[in-house]
């Protein structure tokens, strides 16, 4: 059940308790126990909206920078991830494999307003050695979703 | 023209569903529970194969019988699932459809004044082939009691000499009811005994939703005599693909290539590709839709029992069939009010013969948040009703 509830909600978090008993085969008090359970164990970590500005009038601009550290005795990254992520305005950091270390990604409402943080906060850390900033052009696809994906019955009426 | 046509064809009625679909498709902000094909899209692995196939310029003929690696996947797929073994080489025929198969089934075995034995309510083309093979139909009416399943003693009473072929449609359209291997192996046993050949259409046999589907050539003494229809549309959701397939006795299987081969030349190509790739890495897309539908159907099952409205509980493809008797109007009557009324069009269930009289054909190929609002109107429609009495 906690396999097939956490698929679920993983693409919808907003579903109704109602629709989720039902596609789970188990009663309404089961399901809203199991999530709370989920959320005390910090399985469940939070809960966001998708949203297309680009759609708004809300000008948004989002960076990937690739950033190469050199890693801390007794701490690997940790230290050096703790240092970034704590910045509000980032939104992710990955660990990764292959040419670079970490993937920082930054949401801000101008070009200059990322610059400014690569160059006067992220680039001035000890530890770092380079960074390189990737700006997205276009969303095609986000979490699992096409962004601009017109849902529509396209099904004709026929007979038999 | 003066010359009279087809005296057969014009004496067809035509379709229940089209009448009632063409008000609906008047009314633009209607809910509409009608339509009986999946509301999914083919899995994109599936349609990536598809183009593969034109890029690869896969644009010729098929063999008439459809490709060999088709036929090899659809023989393994059968084992797996029914555990039937059937040869590709001449025990499987690849078609437009499992309406085709249908068509061509009926075509080659009978013959004129033959009585092909249909249980109603069903899907509405057994009946018009029938009559296009120049044989005669003879319906069985289905009960509600039974929940809609086809028994011993039904198909026995409607048993002549001049009886040929057992339609035999489950998972059914439109009900949803199932046979399950004992109601089968009763089956079985009668049409052994009169020799008739069954025609079994078991394109929902991927949505059941008690237990897996039971064949009906899987009991003894019948794969020799049955021929076997299934398809692609419902299972993987490729309802405009128009591929379906046929399995039997390589005697039957040869007579409907003949018509095929005349009438169609080969199922379309691009099809057939995709076909191959949705038989070999398909099952975990059906097992996400069934879960769906059947998340859906418990829900329909459960609002009708707080509204109060009967309806046997279903267990295949994705229609519930609720009754409608306790009002005293035709079905015909309940669905355009329902459509005029409150802006939700359901198929009436005489539509899919005279049995179907006093239901109502709901389609659960439709998102939840569809069919929620559409039983908040139901609801406040039956009460109505009610209140009207």
Known sequence: MRDKLLNIIEKNSRIGLKELALTLNCDEIKVANELQKLEEEGIICGYHTLINWEKTDIEKVTALIEVKVTPQRGQGFDRIASRIYNYPEVRDVYLISGGFDLLVTLEEKSLKEIAQFVSEKLSTLDSILSTGTHFILKKYKDHGTIVDEKIEDEREVVSP | MTKPLSKVVEGL????????????????????????????????????????????????????AGLKELRKEICNYLKRQNNLEYNPMDEVLVTVGGSEAIDIGLRAIVNT????????????????????????????????????????????????????????????????????????????????????????????????????????????????????????????????????????????????????????????????????????????????????????????????????????????????????????????????????????????????????????????????DNLMLAMERLSSFVNKLRNEQ
Request: glycine content about 6%; some cysteine; proline content about 5%.
């Open chain 2, 13 to 64: 009625k035509p379709s229940g569903i089209r009448k009632f679909f063409d008000i609906v498709s008047e009314m633009k902000d209607a809910i509409s529970l009608g339509v009986g094909e999946p509301d999914f899209d083919t899995p994109w692995h599936i349609r990536d194969e598809g183009i593969y196939a034109l890029e690869r310029g896969k644009t010729f003929y098929t063999s008439n």
């Open chain 2, 113 to 368: 004044g033959d009585e092909v034995i249909i249980p109603q309510p069903a899907y509405v083309s057994y009946e018009p082939c029938t009559l296009l093979a120049g044989a005669t139909p003879v319906i069985i009416d289905l009960k509600l009691e039974n929940c809609f399943r086809l028994t011993a003693d039904e198909l026995k009473s409607a048993i002549t000499e001049k009886t040929k072929v057992l339609v035999l449609p489950f998972p059914n359209n439109p009900t949803g009811a199932i046979m399950e291997k004992s109601d089968l192996e009763a089956i079985a046993k009668v049409c052994i005994e009169n020799d008739i050949y069954v025609l079994s259409d078991e394109i929902y046999s991927a949505l059941t939703y008690k237990g897996k589907h039971v064949s009906i050539a899987q009991i003894d003494g019948m794969k020799e005599r049955t021929v076997l229809i299934n398809g692609f549309s419902k299972a993987y959701a490729m309802t405009g693909w128009r591929l379906g397939y046929a399995c039997g006795p390589k005697e039957i299987i040869k007579q409907m290539t003949k018509i095929h081969q005349f009438a169609i030349m080969c199922a379309p190509t691009t099809s057939q590709y995709a076909a191959i790739e949705a038989l070999r890495n398909g099952d975990a897309d059906v097992e996400e839709m069934r879960d769906a539908y059947n998340a859906r159907r418990r829900y329909l099952l459960s609002a009708f029992k707080e509204m109060k409205l009967e309806c046997f509980e279903p267990y295949g493809a994705f229609y519930v069939f609720p009754s409608i008797k306790e009002f005293n109007m035709s079905s015909e009557e309940f669905a355009t009010r329902f459509l005029h009324e409150e802006k939700v069009a359901a198929v009436p269930g005489n539509a899919f013969g005279k049995s179907g009289e006093g239901f109502l054909r709901i389609s659960y190929a439709y998102s939840m």
